[in-house]
């Protein structure tokens, strides 16, 4: 079975990258015991990561490049914003023990969609967060094996995941 759309893809990989001054260093490493699953061909993973690795099958090795215009673009100024802190309100109670600088946070944009924001700052103009990708304006180097691939359940191709282990968990 080959890698493409509507298959659920498992593999193993190491991220090196490169902000363009430093050279190559280390990002993260996802091992056997904990594989990262998606479903290719529902933009879930970058469409240069998935174009390198298009018809290979399980067992298969991949060691390839993507330049930062082809992964989460350049770090963008205006993705960095002041969030007023009674954004972090509940019950009229600040969330004191979530804000903090370094705390990546879920929030959802005025259309409903899934975000990350990073708190960089707390000061009095209120709590400043980052919402660039941390993967922004970085060039990437993937070096990894496909462990397993199968066809996708309808459920998953329906909600656009994988499900399961190393995938979406419902």
């Keep these: ?72 673009g350049d770090y963008d100024d205006d993705k960095v914003v002041i969030v007023p802190k009674s954004s972090f309100k509940e019950n009229g109670k600040l969330e004191k023990d979530i804000l903090k600088v370094g705390k990546v946070i879920p929030m959802k944009d005025d259309k409903g969609n899934m975000m990350r924001g990073e708190i960089i700052k707390i000061d009095y103009k209120g709590i400043h967060m980052d919402f660039n990708s941390p993967l922004a304006g970085l060039d990437l180097y993937f070096k990894g094996e496909i462990l397993d691939i199968r066809e996708a359940e309808k459920e998953e191709i329906e909600h656009g995941h994988a499900h399961g282990p190393g995938g979406h968990h419902h």
Excluded at 6 to 20: C, P, Q, S
Excluded at 45 to 68: H, L, P, S, W
Aim: hydrophobic share 40%; glycine share 6%.
């Design 1 to 72: 079975m080959k890698a493409e759309k509507n298959k659920v893809i498992t593999l193993v990989y190491e991220l090196h990258v490169d902000d363009g001054e430093n050279g190559k260093t280390f990002f993260e490493k996802v091992e056997k015991d904990t594989p990262f699953s998606f479903l290719f061909g529902a933009d879930n993973v970058v469409a240069a990561f998935e174009k390198n690795i298009e018809g290979k099958q399980a067992g298969d090795t991949f060691d390839f490049f993507i330049d930062y215009e082809n992964a989460y």
